[in-house]
């Protein structure tokens, strides 16, 4: 069993940055691949960005691509995802998920309750 609790959110102008967390509990953290998921009103939920379990490889959302950076410390039992040049159409609810097969939000095994991103134009 993993638990996954998100913290980092909050309001940020549009140009701005914010990094959110995942702390994780449970001792087989560094067995799971790890991802960063949004889902806006009425929209569907989509990977942001995924890490695999070693750190080793990492996947990109191509809209965010070279604007964020996710990153994993296992002794922390935590992930990161540094945000920058927010823009207003990224205002979503974050989740923070764990999983041992692919990248997309259906095979993920674990989720957190989500934090909220709300970029002002």
């Known amino acids: 069993q993993v638990q996954l609790v998100e913290s980092g959110g909050g309001l940020v102008q549009a140009g701005g940055s914010l990094r959110l967390s995942c702390a994780a509990s449970?001792?087989?953290?560094?067995?799971?691949?790890m991802g960063w998921f949004r889902q806006a009103p009425g929209k569907e939920r989509e990977m942001v960005s995924y890490?695999?379990?070693?750190?080793?490889?990492?996947f990109y959302a191509g809209s965010v691509k070279g604007r964020f950076t996710i990153s994993r410390d296992n002794a922390k039992n935590t992930i990161y995802l540094q945000m920058n040049s927010l823009k207003p159409e990224e205002t979503a609810v974050y989740y923070c998920?764990?999983?041992?097969?692919?990248?997309?939000?259906?095979?993920?095994?674990?989720w957190g309750q989500g934090t909220q991103v709300t970029v002002s134009s």
């Open positions: 890490i695999t379990s070693s750190g080793g490889v990492t």
């Open positions: 449970g001792r087989t953290f560094s067995s799971y691949g």
């Open positions: 998920a764990a999983g041992q097969r692919t990248a997309y939000p259906v095979d993920q095994d674990y």
